[in-house]
Structure formats: C-alpha cells, structure tokens
C-alpha cells in the first residue's frame, strides 16, 4: 500500500469541498466529484505524524512488529532502527511449537539488533521461552543479546527466561553474567527464572528499583545488594526462597514488596519443610507481603519507619497457629498509618478465640484500614478483635476476596459450638469515636452475599458516632441485581438509628480489581 498516493488524494478532496470550489461554474473538477457518487477515502493520520512521534510508537510494541512495519512505505522502512525501547517476545511461549521456532527467534534477534542505531536505548526487555528437550543451551545467545543491551547503556532492563516443559533437577536455569551484575547504568532491573552463580557479586551502583522473581536467594545476596546499590529505592521478591534474614539496611529503601513464597527446583536450591526468616527494615515506608507463604513463618522486628502496610498474605495449613506469632505481626507493623490484612488473618484471630480464653492484639496506630474478607458470622469475633485494636481509625474499607477464600468453608461445623454463643454475647461492643469513612464492596448477587452484612453495617451506624459517610459499591460491572439488592440494602438502612446525624449512606461506583488504600 502506497500511504504517500493515498495521502494526497485525501487533500484533494479537502480542497474540493472548499468554499472557492462550491462556487464554481460547474466544469472544475470539484462539480465533477459533487456530482459523481462519493466515495469514502481513510484519512491516514499516522503517517502524517512526524518521524520522531512515530518512532515513539514503535518503540512501544515488540521489536518483531515495529520491524513489519518496514513494508508500508519508503519512509518506514528504516524508522524502527530509531527506537529507544526494545521490547523481544518469544513467541514459542504462547504457543506450543517446534524447536523450529526457537531458532527463528534466535534468527531475528541475531540479525535485528546490529541494525539499531542509538548510541544509547532505555529499555530492553528479552522475554524468551525454552523447551528443556532440545537439549540446547542458549545461555550464549542471552549473554550476547544482554552484552548489546549494556554496551548501548540500557537504563530499564527485564529479563525472564522461562521454560515451555517443567525443568527436571539436572536442568540449569540461566545464570546471571558478571558484566551484568556489575553494571553501572541501569536505573531499573527485573529479572525473573534465572539463578545467581556463587562467585558472582550483585553491585548495580545506580539501580534504584529491582525485582527478582522465582529465583534461589541467598542472606549474602541481600547484603550484597544493600551494600553495593546506594541508590536502591524499591526492592520486590517474587517467588522467592532460601532467606533466613532480609534485613534493609539502606536508608533510601523505603518499599519492600514479598509476593508468594516458592520453592524452585534444580540448582535454584531446593528447601525442604517449613521455612521461616526476619525482616529487619527500620526505613521501610511501604511494606507488602501478598500471596502464597505456605508453611513459612514470618518474623517482623524493626520496621520503625512503617506507613503502609499490605499484609494480604495466606498459608495452607491445619491447625491454628501460636497467638505470639499473629500477636508479633501486629507488633511490628504497629506504627503503620494504613493496613491492609486478608481474611487469613480474621480467620487465625477468630479460631484463636475460639480455642484460647482470649486473644491479646497489640493497639495500632493506624487510621486507614482495609480488611479484604466476605462478612460472615464465623468473621465477627476477628473484626470485632482488630477493631478493638485500632482506636485511632478513621478510614475503613471491606472488601471480599476473590475468589472465595477457603478459609471460612467449615465455618459452619465451628458456629455449631458453645463456643460462639458466648462470644456473640460481647461483639461489637466497642465505640468507635473516630470513624469517618467506611466503604464496602460486596458482591451483592452470588450466594456468599448474606444477611451478616447489614448486621454488620448496623453495628457501624450505631457506634460510629462521628460518620460521615458510608458507601456500599457492587463488586462488578453492569449487575442490575446488584444495584437493587444495594438499594435495598441502603433504604433498610436509612430507617435504623444512627449515632451521627451526620452520617450520609450513598451507591458507590465498581472498585478497581487491585485496591490498596484507596479511601472515600
């Protein structure tokens, strides 16, 4: 297709529909054209763009479709070699294919990359997937492609090598160079499925975010990073395994994020049993441990410097845990301002309650508060608890997770006992003078909305006597049975006493999937 033609016969049209046209005597071609059945051209705006914009452009998607665009015009032919970020996908990972196209991948990469012409880039990303059954290393390739990336000075780099078929114990994941770990121009690095050799040492000196994911760490690789990375703003450890103490020894470090906790096989340095490490972190501002930690206890001891904390983390198993380990969670993200907690944690506090004569929660300081849990019966005693604990709240958001945490699925076996009946006695009891602000999301339509919720919303309304507002929003999109039953839900509610005159009940609008700290 010939853009340049097809452009100027766009404006030739422009120009007969213009003024001086319509007053012609009826030969020009403008008559001609009004006259003649209209044909609707595409007005190309693209390649009206500037080279420097649409270089921009390309730069945002995979190499491999920035390089077709070569077939357009004259003009495209060489402006992908211009671009800034280069993005690679392999994409024998989404699809299950021959070694063939692996090769061909390996093909284009060697032959593209010569071709860009920056002196320098701020991206490259290398997403590529391997079958353990070729019996092929590729580490050489990886090296040559990173080696490319690092001389033109890379500023942003993600790396994961990841693997078609599940790799057996005498497989090796890819290893990490020298050169790259000592690399001193990038700003930003995220490297997943790949392994850090003995002998190697981590020393980004201007790094400021890194993440690593579903790797085998070391304490001394911890060390390493926070004595050799003095700008090192944000870590995150995804999939991670073989920490006994993260201690954040870094002054500027101020977010550490811990997403599932995994155990990778190979040399990544399999671990068995139960696992258990500290963190020592006094600079932290923003701390999240989410996801899967399965058999893995969590000591927290300095984190002085806490003002958001995300603790929607869960573990798989029997038992109820010891009081002093929930009660040391709570103790060390005490100084928090905001707290978010799954329904892991209302669930080990109920079972506490209902095993033990009492449960002590340490008081926090946190004004915001998030709980991502349905509300149940079975719940009551634990939010009843954490509510208790908190006397300075002023922000509270309820929200279900998803889907349905199996937490609460023998919850009816439990409210059978005696137990409960005395514990109903002396729930929600507390007057909660500082609560403004209260949002839940709930989905209204499913079989796990129950008759606890207004139960709950009451108990608010009546000892809340500062409120202000209280928002009730639909867990998705487009529900007519939502927004009735919540209508329904806020009319009940509108008749039953309040402590605060005060106190507005609205409709609230879906709430984004990931929420955190997000208030009224």
Not at 170 to 187: A, E, F, T
Request: a negative charge; aromatic letters at 10%; hydrophobic letters at 35%.
């Amino acid at each position: 297709m010939n853009f340049e033609s097809k452009s100027s016969l766009t404006i030739m049209g422009e120009q007969d529909q213009s003024p001086e046209s319509s007053c012609d005597d009826g030969n020009s071609d403008g008559q001609i054209l009004e006259n003649s059945p209209q044909k609707t051209e595409k007005i190309d705006r693209i390649s009206e763009l500037p080279d420097s914009l649409i270089v921009q452009i390309l730069s945002r998607i995979p190499i491999t479709d920035a390089c077709r665009t070569t077939i357009l015009s004259k003009r495209w032919e060489n402006l992908w070699t211009s671009i800034d970020n280069v993005i690679y996908e392999n994409e024998v990972k989404y699809n299950c294919s021959d070694s063939s196209t692996v090769h061909k991948f390996i093909f284009f990469t060697d032959n593209v990359l010569p071709l860009l012409s920056l002196s320098s880039i701020k991206k490259f990303s290398l997403d590529f997937a391997f079958d353990y059954d070729y019996g092929v290393s590729y580490s050489h390739k990886i090296d040559k492609w990173l080696e490319f990336a690092l001389n033109k000075k890379v500023e942003d780099l993600y790396l994961n090598i990841s693997y078609t078929d599940e790799p057996s114990k005498d497989d090796q994941p890819y290893s990490l160079s020298r050169v790259l770990c000592g690399n001193s121009s990038i700003l930003k690095l995220d490297c997943r499925n790949c392994s850090i050799s003995e002998d190697c040492v981590l020393n980004w000196t201007s790094l400021k975010s890194l993440t690593l994911g579903y790797l085998f760490l070391r304490d001394e690789h911890i060390e390493q990073i926070m004595s050799n990375c003095p700008q090192l703003e944000s870590l995150k450890l995804c999939g991670f395994c073989g920490l006994n103490r993260l201690h954040i020894s870094s002054p500027k470090c101020r977010q550490l994020q811990l997403i599932d906790h995994d155990h990778p096989v190979g040399d990544w340095g399999s671990v068995e049993g139960d696992c258990r490490f500290e963190i020592v972190a006094p600079y932290v501002q923003y701390l999240e441990i989410s996801g899967d930690f399965n058999h893995m206890e969590i000591r927290l001891r300095d984190l002085s410097s806490l003002v958001h904390t995300d603790l929607t983390f869960c573990r798989d198993e029997y038992g109820v845990p010891d009081q002093t380990i929930v009660r040391d969670l709570f103790l060390g993200v005490r100084c928090a301002n905001e707290l978010m907690v799954s329904s892991w944690f209302i669930k080990v506090i109920s079972d506490l309650l209902f095993e033990e004569d009492g449960v002590s929660l340490p008081l926090l300081e946190c004004k915001c508060l998030t709980i991502s849990s349905r509300i149940t019966k079975f719940c009551f005693p634990g939010i009843d608890s954490l509510l208790r604990s908190t006397p300075y709240l002023e922000n509270l958001m309820i929200y279900p997770d998803m889907p349905y945490c199996k937490c609460f699925l023998d919850e009816a076996v439990i409210l059978s006992g005696l137990n409960y009946l005395s514990l109903q006695e002396n729930i929600f009891k507390v007057f909660l003078q500082n609560l403004k602000n209260v949002k839940v999301i709930s989905l209204f339509c499913s079989r796990y909305h129950r008759a606890e919720l207004p139960q709950f919303l009451k108990f608010l309304l009546e000892h809340a006597m500062n409120l202000e507002k209280l928002v009730i929003a639909p867990g998705h999109k487009g529900c007519n049975i939502c927004y009735a039953n919540i209508s329904k839900l806020i009319k009940n509610l509108l008749v039953f006493p309040r402590a605060s005159n005060s106190a507005v009940l609205s409709l609230g609008s879906v709430v984004p999937e990931k929420i955190l700290f997000s208030y009224i």
